[in-house]
């Protein structure tokens, strides 16, 4: 039986490296440990619920020991594989207050920021859940990182991708040429690549809210919702950023989570999530904007900046700050 020829993860990063005549291969590593990473994640989220047999995620399992929390547990791997890899001078993590630097590969030129398990409140009930990561060159020449470091533009990242662990798992990430998805073959542990050169089409008919929050939201929002609602679209909610995402990345449509009165800087971190999750729209033709602007072009001031969101098809995101620009005329 003829096979079509099997892309690994590894092999793709390899050959886009060969693409690029000064790369000196760090950036590759880097990917590569991410995606290491990322498969032993995927192994423990599987085991999620044999975890509840053997005891509660956050008491001590039957033979005394510490079962860790899944997020926890996500938030240690990644930082360990990335301090082992040596590829990186610091990492921020959306689970820990501060970034912390990598003393023994001090001279690195990368940083990496992530949300170790993305969509909390379904990480107990089997519900899809990911890993958001995004890579910056440091702005500092030499010597420990700094902040400084961790708060660029999100179009200074060189690369950003995430993994949803799903009814499979799959990584998607890029560099700035193409977005390209993988997906986990469980039996030869590789991620396959199985959706190349990702395009977002131009317009959708799923919106995707929290439309539990409405009179919450400030009024542009609500129009847009109310107009989502007159139109012949469907509502799809998962409740996990990733997953709500990579469905819209993959069949159109609009995500948004905008500022609502208890949370008026949104409630989704703009480092951690937004900006690799707007990179990676971006760079498959879609758009994402805080409402006003593009969620790329904001200036970060600290780690846990948050942002409101809509990101998706280019024309229902257009149509999205229409309605946003018209309610705050009607309001100045
Ligand atoms: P988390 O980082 O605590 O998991 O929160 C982020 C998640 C996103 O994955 C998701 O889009 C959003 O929070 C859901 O929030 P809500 O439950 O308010 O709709
Ligand atoms: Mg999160």
Redesign the pocket.
Request: proline share 0%.
């Given at each position: 039986m003829m096979h079509n020829k099997i892309i690994s993860l590894d092999e793709h990063i390899i050959r886009s490296q060969r693409n690029l005549p000064y790369a000196t291969g760090e950036l590759s590593s880097l990917l590569r440990d991410i995606g290491l990473a990322s498969k032993i994640v995927s192994r423990e989220v599987n085991k999620a619920g044999l975890v509840d047999i053997a005891g509660r995620a956050d008491v001590e399992n039957q033979s005394g020991d510490d079962v860790q929390k899944l997020d926890m547990l996500a938030n240690d791997l990644l930082i360990s594989c990335l301090r082992n890899s040596g590829e990186c001078c610091g990492i921020a993590s959306?689970e820990e207050e501060d970034f912390k630097t990598i003393e023994t590969h001090k001279f690195s030129k990368y940083v990496v920021l992530f949300?170790p398990?993305?969509?909390?409140?379904n990480i107990d009930v089997n519900v899809s859940i990911g890993t958001i990561f995004a890579i910056y060159r440091r702005k500092t020449f030499d010597g420990e990182c700094t902040k400084y470091d961790f708060l660029q533009k999100g179009v200074k990242q060189v690369a950003a991708g995430y993994v949803l662990y799903g009814s499979s798992t799959m990584l998607v990430y890029t560099t700035g040429r193409g977005v390209n998805g993988f997906t986990l073959d469980p039996s030869i542990g590789e991620f396959c690549l199985s959706h190349p050169n990702i395009q977002i089409p131009k317009s959708g008919k799923v919106y995707s809210v929290?439309q539990g929050?409405y009179n919450k939201y400030p009024s542009g929002a609500r129009a847009y919702i109310d107009h989502c609602m007159n139109s012949d679209y469907s509502l799809r909610?998962i409740?996990?950023?990733?997953a709500?995402v990579h469905r819209t990345l993959i069949k159109g449509g609009i995500f948004f989570?905008p500022a609502t009165k208890s949370k008026p800087e949104g409630?989704?971190?703009l480092l951690y999530?937004c900006n690799p999750l707007a990179m990676l729209i971006e760079g498959a033709g879609g758009k994402a904007s805080n409402g006003r602007e593009r969620i790329l072009e904001i200036e970060p001031h600290e780690l846990h900046q948050k942002t409101a969101v809509f990101m998706g098809s280019p024309m229902m995101v257009e149509e999205a700050e229409a309605y946003i620009r018209e309610a705050e005329l009607v309001t100045t």
């Open positions: 959306e949300d398990l993305d969509g909390s409140s929290n929050n909610y409740g996990s950023m990733v709500d989570y409630k989704l971190r999530e």
